[in-house]
């Protein structure tokens, strides 16, 4: 993949590595940012696990 032709979608830097999903520099605060946009560590998961919530009662 060719970074050059990105740029990090934080800081608007060239982009280096992609990483959360997303485009980064080699800037850990960009990284960071990344990684929470996408939910923290597992943030993917956890939107799976955590789908609507069905209330079943018995009547």
Known sequence: MDFSKYECQFCGRPAKQYVFAA????????VDKA??????????MKAKMHGDIVNIKDE
């Open 23 to 30: 485009f980064c520099c080699e800037n850990e605060d960009c």
């Open 35 to 44: 990684r929470e946009e996408r939910g923290g560590p597992g943030g993917h």
